[in-house]
């Protein structure tokens, strides 16, 4: 793995401004991003009873070790307004750390690389799109692979603007 992937997602609001908004915030904040996917309408997970998300995947150049980039990640959701109500609640902005590199961290508040990436289609979609031959530093498994594998069947459509 080479690369630190962040997942944005919002489902209130204007989702796009939302995300558009948090990349501003990341590259003043946080570092440098190199790539992203494109934006995918998603159907809640978790949760089911809510409106649907707009996620995309960044790869970020920082210098920030996993937990300050975690720290600042919490600050800007907070900035933005997400309110931690109850898990998997409708979300102004979450942005979850998906890989740091190929480091493994397994902390009660900080699991990297994020534990569910193999059962959700939309981080695995997007993934793909700009990393689909990085290998998963636990499981040994291209990013390919595991959209292959997972039992995910969650709709995930591209937007198209």
Do not use: C
């Not at 292959?148 to 198209?160: F, N, P, S």
């Amino acid at each position: 793995m080479n690369g630190k992937y962040l997942l944005l997602g919002s489902n209130i609001g204007d989702r796009l401004e939302n995300i558009s908004y948090a990349k501003k915030n990341i590259r003043e904040r946080i570092g440098v991003i190199d790539i992203e996917s494109p934006v995918y309408i998603t159907s809640p997970w978790g949760t089911t009873s809510q409106p649907d998300y707009y996620n995309q995947v960044i790869r970020v150049i920082t210098g920030l070790e996993p937990d300050n980039l975690l720290e600042a990640i919490a600050g800007l959701e907070t900035d933005m307004g997400r309110k931690r109500n109850q898990k998997w609640d409708n979300r102004i902005i979450d942005i979850d750390i998906l890989f740091y590199d190929d480091r493994i961290v397994d902390e009660p508040h900080l699991k990297i690389p994020h534990p569910l990436i193999p059962d959700r289609l939309f981080v695995l979609i997007p993934m793909a799109d700009i990393a689909a031959e990085e290998v998963h530093p636990v499981l040994n498994v291209p990013i390919r692979e595991l959209l292959e594998m997972t039992t995910d069947k969650g709709r995930v459509i591209k937007l198209v603007d």
